[in-house]
């Protein structure tokens, strides 16, 4: 049974320590994949397309994106031999550069573990609930960031 371990929090925290968290006595694995995602310091859709983004906020329903971060870590381990799997998703105003999501899965051979996160980050991107606004300089009420047709055409391959 895989080892799934999910949080939506509004703190940040550190891929450096989550990566060791995975392999921490784990010695039947042996491979871990990771994915961090970073808030861009642009925005490629906002009116003026390139505009700096001086801050990203993002808004969840609690207890429902925990729970569809949980349903997607579950089908994954499903469809794959996972030993573990940790997600990590930040909520609030995050600046650029700073990390807004996490996913690390290990499995004893590395195409389970790259195929795993690829998966749960495509699923993440379309079906968890949370909402992005970028604010950039030239809008002050900032512009929600609508989902990409590129998202959900990433899930015809799963």
């Known amino acids: 049974m895989t080892d799934i371990s999910i949080a939506v929090q509004a703190g940040g925290f550190d891929p450096g320590a989550e990566y060791t968290l995975l392999r921490q006595g784990n010695t039947s694995d042996g491979a871990t994949a990771m994915f961090v995602g970073n ?30 971060l949980e349903g997607i870590a579950r089908e994954a381990s499903q469809r794959w031999p996972l030993g573990r799997v940790r997600v990590i998703h930040r909520y609030g105003r995050l600046a650029a550069g700073d990390e807004i999501v996490f996913v690390g899965a290990t499995s004893a051979h590395r195409r ?26 030239s809008d002050s009420a900032g512009q929600w960031v609508e989902a990409k047709k590129s998202d959900e055409a990433a899930l015809q391959k799963w």
């Open 112 to 137: 389970a573990a790259l195929d795993a996160c690829a998966f749960i980050m495509d699923f993440l991107k379309s079906r968890a609930p949370f909402w992005k606004k970028e604010l950039v300089a």
């Open 39 to 68: 808030v861009r310091d642009f925005s490629p859709t906002a009116a003026t397309p390139g505009s700096a983004v001086e801050t990203l906020e993002l808004e969840h329903y609690p207890g429902m994106a925990e729970s569809a």
